[in-house]
């Protein structure tokens, strides 16, 4: 089993719906690992867009630094080259920065992943779809209630 081959989802409740911030990155990892190359590209331009430079210096060993460097600014392209360059272990360091920074960027992946014909006959990329909606369900869930009780309090 490799690092990425690991146990991906957890249940108590739901079996198959709730899964730990750990797996969604594997899971990330798993998905740019057999997607097309330019579908890798168009999963890092969404994944960098909410980092600044200090964060992307700081993950993977400043990896896509580099890639944005030479995107230049402020629009980004990621070159087939350069995400050919990028390994899934890469990947999984970078979506798990971004799941700190910004949950939504994560979760637009689930829509980058819908929206694509080429990832549509991958099982982690309908795995990861799968779960990212039912992460956001839960949230929005959440969130409601919160609205309901501060709304009952005043």
Avoid: C
Avoid at 19 to 39: C, F, K, M, R
């Amino acid at each position: 089993m490799n690092a990425i081959e690991t146990p991906l989802l957890t249940s108590t409740q739901d079996p198959g719906l709730e899964t730990s911030d750990l797996s969604i990155v594997q899971l990330l990892g798993q998905v740019y690992e057999a997607a097309p190359a330019t579908e890798q590209g168009r999963l890092l331009e969404l994944l960098l867009r909410p980092l600044g430079v200090l964060s992307l210096v700081a993950v993977a060993n400043g990896t896509f630094a580099k890639i944005r460097f030479r995107s230049g600014w402020p629009e980004l392209h990621v070159r087939l080259e350069d995400a050919a360059q990028v390994r899934a272990a890469d990947v999984i360091a970078l979506a798990d920065h971004v799941q700190q920074v910004s949950v939504e960027a994560i979760d637009s992946v689930a829509q980058l992943l819908a929206s694509s014909a080429l990832m549509a006959t991958s099982a982690a990329a309908v795995l990861l779809v799968t779960v990212l909606a039912h992460r956001a369900r839960s949230r929005r869930a959440s969130d409601s209630d919160a609205v309901l009780v501060e709304a009952a309090w005043d």
